[in-house]
């Protein structure tokens, strides 16, 4: 059974603080993928990264980082110097391996950026 | 701007119509989903269409009937539905449904059932 666990529900910051959201996840396969998607107030499900197993170095785009650290089974995201744009609810996912692939959702972490 | 086009964005219905929620996408995607959030949860599969056939039904209520009639398009029919029915639905495609296809979503459709 897969499983992916966010146990962050809400964080609250002030803008241009920096801000981690934790994800640890749970699988048997020794190839998957793990997906960020950010979810604004509108409601649609913004594709934010994919990253494969094998690939464990760190990536970066712009103000937005992921940490991959397979011995410990997390995927943690990092917005720096966050605006309120930034403010939404955050979600891991954890796809089932094989044909017709069905994204296993951690809860939800819940970020809100105050001016 | 998101690829995948969900109309209308918000429907409300009584509990004796039948309505429709559409979706369109034009990314040759071949694997096409439709998922049920309701509001502080994460996403709930529904069901998936691949190739244009129905692949998944997350043994859904039979008041939510799904149809695939292109590569393109995915319907959700609705009739007799419930105010428990009461979500935001989302449509989502990826390139042929494999674990490591990106799955791009669309906006979603606000439906209130009352």
């Known amino acids: 059974a897969q499983k992916v666990t966010q146990a962050q529900t809400e964080i609250s910051v002030v803008e241009k603080e920096d801000v981690t959201l934790d994800c640890v996840y749970e699988t048997r396969d020794t190839t998957y993928y793990l997906f960020w998607y950010k979810q604004p107030p509108s409601g649609e499900l913004v594709f934010l990264i994919r990253r494969n197993s094998f690939d464990e170095q760190n990536e970066i785009s712009g103000r937005y980082s992921w940490n991959f650290q397979k011995s410990t089974s997390s995927f943690n995201f990092t917005i720096t110097a966050s605006q309120v744009v930034d403010s939404a609810v955050y979600f891991c996912?954890?796809?089932?391996?094989?044909?017709?692939?069905?994204?296993?959702f951690g809860k939800g972490i819940t970020l809100s950026v105050r001016p | 701007d998101t690829e995948v086009t969900q109309t209308p964005k918000h429907l409300v219905m009584g509990m004796t119509n039948k309505k429709s929620l559409k979706c369109e996408q034009h990314?040759?995607?071949?694997?096409m989903y439709w998922y049920k959030q309701k509001a502080k949860k994460p996403p709930e599969l529904m069901f998936v269409?691949?190739?244009?056939?129905?692949?998944i039904n997350e043994s859904v209520p039979s008041r939510f009937s799904p149809e695939c009639p292109n590569s393109s398009l995915l319907n959700l029919h609705l009739h007799a539905l419930q105010p428990e029915d009461s979500a935001l639905y989302l449509c989502?495609?990826?390139?042929?449904?494999?674990?490591?296809?990106?799955?791009?979503f669309g906006e979603g459709s606000w439906l209130t059932v009352v």
């Open positions: 269409y691949s190739y244009e056939k129905l692949s």
């Open positions: 996912a954890l796809p089932r391996t094989g044909a017709n692939s069905k994204l296993t």
């Open positions: 990314m040759g995607h071949r694997a």
């Open positions: 989502a495609s990826s390139l042929n449904g494999r674990s490591g296809n990106t799955i791009y």
